[in-house]
Structure formats: C-alpha cells, structure tokens
C-alpha cells in the first residue's frame, strides 16, 4: 500500500458521515450508527458490482 486513499474509500466515508449526522439530527430515522453502516454498506455493493 502507497498510503493513498483510494476514491471509493473517500466515497464510502463521506456517504456514511452525512447518513449518521442525518440520523442525529432527525432521531425517527432510526439508530444513527445502523443508518450509517447500512448506507456504507449499500454504497459498496452498487460500487463493486460495476
């Protein structure tokens, strides 16, 4: 490994950063930590698939 993070990465955190504040701020979303991995985890398949 280079020590470069690669886009997906970059990508998969962002997604999973803005799900988990959204959860914060609106709590009828749901757990904050379960939105967010559930959004990092969709995000990867839809990428990988490609």
Same mark, same amino acid.
């Given at each position: 490994?280079?020590?470069?993070?690669?886009?997906?990465?970059?990508?998969? +955190? &962002?997604? /999973?950063?803005?799900? #988990?504040?959204?959860?914060?701020?609106?709590?009828?979303?749901?757990?904050? +930590? &379960?939105? /967010?991995?559930?959004? #990092?985890?969709?995000?990867?398949?839809?990428?990988?698939?490609?």
């Amino acid at each position: 490994m280079d020590g470069q993070i690669d886009q997906r990465t970059v990508v998969l +955190l &962002l997604r /999973g950063s803005g799900a #988990v504040y959204a959860a914060f701020e609106h709590p009828a979303l749901g757990t904050a +930590l &379960l939105i /967010g991995i559930a959004v #990092v985890t969709l995000v990867y398949l839809l990428m990988r698939s490609q």
